[in-house]
């Protein structure tokens, strides 16, 4: 998630992992095993030696990723809701927010219904509301999911994507959700299944080919091999993608452009399905 040099640092009250926390994992694509580029034990960052998606494995196993999520600190001291108005983390989930509006409304404007996955406590379906889209939120966290509701009144389902209702939206965004999911082929498929008729999806996502990550290496204040267990680049992100029915149309990584502004290892993406032949 959103956590970068502007953010205030997470401390965590999770004890360290350890190795019985965590299980080996394969690509999402091949099904292979990843080559070793970095060891973080008692992670590892690995990279498929066939289509060069990277990943995390060993990584957290899904019980204990479940603890980790259900830490009220997990979105303590980021960028979603827990802080005054005016901080620096808010003005710029304020600057995200009408900025994404602003780039799906050029291609899909409200009325319209906007499912977002990994809505945390619903900055984004607030705003979203506002702006004249009928909105639903699917989260992980109970923290987020509750607060969500009962605070600002929204639809939002707590639990895994697959497990949520299938209704069509006309929108389907996550932003930075991505690199958490335990399976982004599995994840993107549902989402694909869950697009209405010339629907759109947006994302957001940090990207391994970035200046950050490539510089940087294991001190790249993103890797978090706890929680980001998928790695993409411009060139993985439209493969996954593709096995899952989508195109991306539009790649925004500029660190200037609202939507994006001051993420310089981030992406922001634009996709559609791909018509079934017998569509
Ligand atoms: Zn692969």
Redesign the pocket.
Known sequence: MPIGPTAQPRTSPTPAWTTADTEPVS??????AGETLYALSPFGVVR??????VFVSPRLTSSALQRFYDEPAYFEGGVYGAQSTWSPAMVLQRSWTAGRLAVIARIRRPPGRLLEIGSGYGLFLDAARSSGYEVRGVELSRTGSAHAVANLGLDVFCGQLADAPTDPADVICFWDTLEHVPDPLAFLREVRARLAPGGVLALSVPYFSSIPARVLRTRWWTLKPEQHIWHFTPATLRLVAARAGLVITRLVTSPVRKSNVGRTDSLVALGRAIPDPED
């Open positions: 690509c999402c694509v091949c099904g292979v498929c030696p066939v289509c060069e998606l």
